[in-house]
């Protein structure tokens, strides 16, 4: 089998094993069989729409303006035609010959914008044809402005349409620079906001540049009218569907267990898979929102094409709940969203829809015009492609639409043919399907005719829905002025003026009195959604603008306990800080701000680490003001933020006590020094500047035995990120006396950083004469430098040290020195540390299967062996440590997929796991899981959950381990009814009861 450029090839054990083990068992079935084993709920009915051959492999679905469902048929995927592989590595990502010229002119694919018919009116499409074909990597599509926006990337393309039948010549080029290294990550969702402009997602393992705009997860939109780009949030991992709720608030899927949406606000930044990506594309973002916290998940982790269902047809519990796909658990389920201060919390509310058939891959659901719930299934036994070159099947796939009984069907009515007034008198429709329609045709036509009954709608309602719909379609027919917004501003909904001063920032202008109007709004709207939007809308505008309006929000003090609010006001500071430095200063800098809570717990800190990051001297001198203007009692704490700015500086080098910084900023810092001082911020601060005195005082507090544990060890802690070489001696002192067990693993932990052969000679003296837990961190740091690990393996091989004792998985990063001795001695006493082959692996799996058919397990039992030997790096039912994969959301029922998971878990590593190896410049070698980058460093977490962080430049080389840190012996030492006992707990719906 061909080796993939930068994957190893063990990856690729996996779909054969797994479909090994499937063998024989029943396939996908018919599709008339399918939709009889599905199960919904009482009252509703589950049909089928559209099959193959008339439908395959849909991964967008939406109905235009006259009801007619169109498809995507995705069948290009997952590789683009045309184009010639150059690298790919573990994460998919592919690397092509050369970016492909649009269509027509570029390659000519197999995908396909097709629209279904159903001409005799039995409920089943029965026709289709194409609007175009030909595409190649298509994978979104929305109705506007005479004809379909399509997303190829990396283009985003409009195909004019005057009949809505055909494309009608070649599209126009809107967009270009979306990511196309992975074809389920590319762009997707193409999804017309309130405000008239389009939006979409990105996913996780492709890079947009898109006018200079780079990112990789997030929400991005586009105005058809201005042509302008944004990127409206950034993270949120690999999101495949958004929407917008009842008060336009955009919700988007997520891949992420145990999670079903993030809530995207304008200029957020999310969660993401900084192991894969890096860090947040600001560097001084200092923070990022999360997913809405959900209660109670089902199913797989992969949510697809959520929507919030606002249609007439089903029962009323179900309006304005968010039905999305999950993928992985091949079902369709309904939550509940739920006010969490300016954000939300869901809850799993019920299934919609149960399938009962593991080749039900659902991949986008869209409401219908009559008001039913439409799924698309891309209906295949796979639903990841660890191999791009897989035999995917393609000749499979069905449209479902889940419907109330006795829903009437849609008239056909062709909307397009209405007048402007008639579309404005849909706005007022029970049927969201409808009004979405109506706003988006009316901005369409642009008509000012509209202008006066909508602004009247939006000004003069009692509705608050109505009274935002006239607002947005005011917005989108061109009437939204200065006029109609001062008024809008004293509207009695929030949500109107909250999308009034969204508005206002979208255009990024206003009158004097519209700004003075918003100053007061900070100072006393009592809607936590408007000041949430107010904070916003003042990064966006100019600083004369934005920072008066973010010191009044500050001021009140009422939204320190917010999930959003709190760091929505920080973004907007670091937006002005440099520009506007000296207003910034003026206020934060005053005895009001330090005053509030708020002001003090969310931009202080954050604001000195942001100056101390910049570098230059008017950075050093702002970061000295804040320090002497804050109370005596606030000062200490700042210095913690200090000391992460000053290693975020892009031109720090080599030694981490050679920081320099101006006259006034070490003036503030020294002052703070005394001599019997044990605060080891400031300690590792000064150190940072060069201060030998702070250095001796860490030592003498390190090793007097009169100190406190919890000093020394915060001391050792200082040396081990700050101290230089006159700490070695004492160190080693520790490390090879009478000391308790956490002073000596925190020398050794310390000793690590220095290339010093005084170290090596030392432990590998004291090394036979520590305990089991000692030698482990002994061997962590002999194994870190060829030298060492060298001298150490040499030791095994005299006899001095045993073999035995070393895990396989402590020896793999000696592979990086490629050193042809060191490689044949631990040939030579352990064998092949990259574990078995392919058959012996699926072996192995085929014993362990045997033996679990062989009789039942007690989850109980399971449960004690899940915390010896699973709990140090998995969390399952709220119990172990979170190092890899939350075993609670993973895909647990699947036996085989588990087992496989357990034999060899090199080859199933999920992405976000991946295992990185880090060689430093001074020569050390360090294994483990990225779990946070930021601008100045990047933190490893071991198997262990043992934590290390790497200054970037210490860093010489990063990449990627073939190699996981989870052990592949981890059932060989079990016997047969401990491995059915452990498969009983892991397999298990809940914990067994004490």
């Not at 005596?632 to 992460?644: C, G, N, T």
Request: charged share 25%.
């Amino acid at each position: 089998m061909r080796k993939l450029s930068g994957a190893s090839g063990v990856c690729l054990i996996v779909p054969v094993l797994l479909l090994v083990l499937s063998e024989g068992r029943p396939q996908g079935y018919a599709p008339e069989m399918a939709v009889r084993r599905m199960k919904v709920p009482d009252g509703f009915i589950a049909k089928l729409v559209a099959a193959e051959p008339l439908v395959r492999q849909p991964v967008a679905i939406d109905f235009d303006d006259r009801g007619r469902l169109w498809v995507i048929q995705y069948l290009q995927y997952p590789n683009p035609a045309g184009l010639k592989r150059v690298k790919v590595d573990r994460y998919s990502r592919t690397v092509y010959d050369r970016v492909p010229e649009p269509p027509p002119r570029g390659p000519k694919g197999a995908d396909r914008i097709t629209i279904l018919e159903d001409t005799d009116g039995d409920g089943r499409a029965d026709r289709a044809k194409d609007f175009v074909n030909g595409l190649n990597l298509t994978s979104g599509f929305a109705f506007g402005h005479g004809g379909v926006f399509v997303l190829q990337v990396p283009y985003l393309l409009f195909y004019p349409s005057r009949n809505g039948e055909l494309a009608d010549g070649d599209p126009e080029v809107l967009l270009k620079g979306f990511g196309m290294e992975d074809a389920h990550s590319v762009a997707n969702s193409l999804t017309w906001g309130p405000d008239g402009w389009l939006y979409g997602c990105q996913g996780s393992t492709v890079t947009a540049n898109v006018r200079g705009i780079e990112f990789q997860q997030g929400v991005w939109r586009y105005h058809p009218r201005t042509h302008k780009f944004e990127l409206f949030c950034e993270g949120g991992g690999n999101s495949w569907g958004l929407d917008f709720d009842r008060h336009g608030n955009l919700l988007y899927s997520t891949n992420y267990g145990g999670f079903i949406l993030l809530h995207g606000v304008q200029g957020g930044y999310y969660w993401k898979l900084f192991g894969k990506h890096g860090a947040l594309h600001n560097p001084h973002a200092y923070g990022y929102f999360d997913h809405a916290p959900h209660r109670n998940p089902r199913g797989g982790h992969v949510t697809v094409g959520g929507i919030v269902y606002r249609g007439d047809s089903f029962p009323d519990r179900f309006r304005d709940k968010y039905i999305a796909a999950d993928l992985l658990g091949h079902n369709v389920y309904w939550n509940d969203i739920e006010p969490w201060g300016s954000t939300f919390r869901t809850a799993h509310a019920g299934d919609l829809l149960l399938s009962n058939d593991t080749w039900f891959a659902p991949s986008d659901v869209a409401l219908g015009p009559e008001g039913a719930v439409y799924v698309a299934d891309w209906h295949d036994r796979r639903t990841a492609h660890p191999d791009p070159d897989a035999d995917w099947d393609r000749s499979n796939g069905r449209v479902y639409k889940i419907e109330a009984k006795g829903t009437k069907p849609y008239s056909g009515q062709d909307l397009r043919k209405l007048s402007s007034e008639k579309l404005v008198a849909l706005l007022s429709h029970r049927n969201d399907w409808l009004v979405r329609k109506a706003r988006r045709l009316l901005a369409d036509r642009h008509d000012r005719t509209v202008i006066p009954a909508v602004r009247s709608m939006a000004l003069e309602s009692k509705d608050e829905e109505l009274a935002l719909q006239g607002l947005w379609a005011l917005y989108v027919s061109g009437g939204f002025d200065d006029d109609f917004a001062a008024k809008a501003l004293s509207h009695r909904s929030p949500h109107v003026r909250s999308w009034t001063v969204r508005l206002l920032g979208d255009e990024c202008k206003g009158s004097s009195s519209i700004g003075k109007r918003l100053r007061e709004l900070a100072e006393s709207d009592a809607s936590v959604m408007v000041r949430s939007q107010l904070a916003c809308t003042a990064r966006r505008l100019p600083v004369a603008d934005g920072l008066p309006i973010i010191e009044r929000l500050l001021l009140r003090n009422e939204d320190g306990r917010d999930p959003y609010v709190p760091l929505l006001l920080w973004w907007a500071v670091e937006q002005h800080a440099v520009p506007g430095r000296e207003q910034v200063l003026r206020f934060f800098t005053s005895s009001a701000a330090w005053k509030m809570p708020l002001v003090r717990d969310a931009i202080q800190g954050r604001l000195v680490r942001r100056y101390a990051a910049e570098g230059s001297a008017a950075g050093d001198d702002a970061c000295a003001r804040l320090l002497a203007s804050a109370p005596a009692a606030e000062r200490a704490k700042l210095l913690a933020d200090v000391d992460l700015g000053l290693q975020e500086r892009s031109g720090m080098k080599g030694d981490p006590r050679a920081v320099k910084v101006t006259a006034a900023l070490a003036k503030e810092l020294v002052a703070l020094w005394q001599d019997d001082t044990t605060d080891a911020t400031l300690l590792r601060l000064l150190m940072r500047l060069g201060r030998r005195a702070a250095e001796d005082r860490a030592i003498v507090l390190a090793t007097d035995v009169r100190v406190s544990r919890a000093t020394r060890l915060a001391m050792l802690d200082v040396l081990r990120d700050a101290g230089g070489t006159a700490c070695i001696e004492p160190l080693l002192k520790l490390t090879t006396g009478r000391e308790a067990e956490a002073v000596r693993s925190a020398a050794l932990a310390a000793l690590g950083r220095f290339d010093d052969e005084r170290i090596a000679s030392a432990l590998l003296a004291a090394y036979p004469a520590m305990n089991e837990r000692l030698r482990s961190r002994a061997r962590d740091v002999l194994l870190g430098r060829h030298r060492w690990a060298l001298a150490f393996v040499e030791g095994v091989e005299r006899g001095t040290f045993a073999a035995k004792e070393v895990p396989v998985e402590q020896l793999r990063p000696l592979a990086a020195f490629k050193d042809e001795k060191l490689e044949r001695l631990v040939r030579k006493h352990w064998g092949s540390i990259l574990g078995g082959t392919p058959e012996e692996k699926l072996a192995e799996v085929r014993r362990l299967n045997n033996d679990l058919r062989a009789a039942s397990g007690d989850p109980r039992k399971g449960r004690d062996l899940f915390r010896q030997h699973c709990a140090n790096c998995h969390r399952l039912f709220n119990e172990g440590l979170p190092v890899g994969p939350d075993l609670t959301h993973a895909n647990r029922k699947d036996r085989d997929y588990l087992l496989v998971s357990m034999v060899d878990p090199s080859a199933v590593i999920r992405r976000e796991y991946l295992a990185y190896t880090v060689q430093t410049t001074d020569g050390r070698v360090l294994t483990g899981l990225i779990v946070e980058q930021t601008a100045g460093s990047i933190t490893l977490a071991g198997a262990k959950n043992e934590r290390t962080v790497i200054p970037r430049n210490r860093i010489e080389e990063l990449h990627e381990s073939p190699v996981s840190l989870m052990p592949e012996d981890l059932l060989k030492p079990l016997k047969p009814q401990e491995v059915r006992d452990l498969f009983a707990y892991l397999q298990a719906d809940a914990p067994p009861r004490e």
